[in-house]
């Protein structure tokens, strides 16, 4: 049976290098997806949301580049398209939860140290929904806490300094210097990272992916 080709719908370095960490040769796709929360919508529903709709996006980028690479041949390219190899794209999205408050990537330095204290000493919830979409679409959520210790404001400026924050929910990174605030973790790593690989591989196996490599 011929290996689906698999891509990952998102520019971020930090979910290549996850995917890498578990042997998924994939390509990347860039889609622009507005993440916008709906009034109505729990954090829950929005990672799930966002996470299907960059899955959907790539698919859709796939699906034009095709077109726009077959176009001389289309009428053929149409009567095998049905038979081909169904195409998987990965896509993801992380949202951190505070006093029920989505923190995005913070706007500017203020916006940055608002979200820093309100972190600070306190447990916060980060959701990452994840979605697979091949011959079907498929979602799941990794939900996990996050412990900060207490933050003095020397802390906060001295690491908004290092502009590791700046496109990271919440603004802070977790694989990075923000660590050395982290007491506790509750859940996964690579959840809060922004990819869980436990919830991605089984997804990807669903999809009939196999990730651990065949006993010869």
């Known amino acids: 049976m011929t290996t689906p080709c698999i891509y990952l719908a998102s520019q971020s370095p930090r979910r290549r290098e996850l995917l890498e960490q578990i042997g998924v040769r994939f390509d990347v796709l860039n889609v622009d997806v507005p993440e916008d929360k709906n009034p109505t919508e729990s954090p ?70 608002e979200m820093l204290c309100l972190l600070s000493g306190r447990t916060h919830e980060v959701l990452t929904g994840v979605a697979v979409s091949g011959s079907s679409i498929l979602a799941a959520v990794s ?42 973790i509750q859940g996964s790593y690579s959840g809060v990272m922004g990819l869980p690989l436990y919830e991605t ?3 990807l196996s669903q999809s009939g992916v196999q990730i651990l490599p065949s006993v010869n």
């Not at 966002?50 to 009567?79: D, F, H, P, V």
Request: aromatic share 6%.
């Open 143 to 184: 939900c996990n806490l996050v412990t900060f210790r207490e933050l003095t404001e020397l802390d906060i400026s001295r690491y908004i300094a290092t502009n590791e924050g700046v496109d990271k929910a919440g603004g802070y990174a977790v694989q990075g210097l923000a660590a050395i605030f982290i007491e506790k």
């Open 44 to 113: 829950y529903e929005y990672v799930v949301r966002l996470a299907i709709a960059k899955a959907n996006a790539g698919k859709i980028a796939l699906n034009e580049q095709y077109l726009e690479s077959k176009k001389n041949t289309l009428r053929c390219w149409q009567s095998k398209k049905k038979h081909a190899t169904i195409d998987i794209v990965i896509g993801s999205d992380t949202a951190v939860v505070c006093d029920e408050r989505i923190l995005g990537k913070p706007v500017s330095s203020e916006d940055a140290a």
């Open 201 to 203: 591989a089984n997804l």
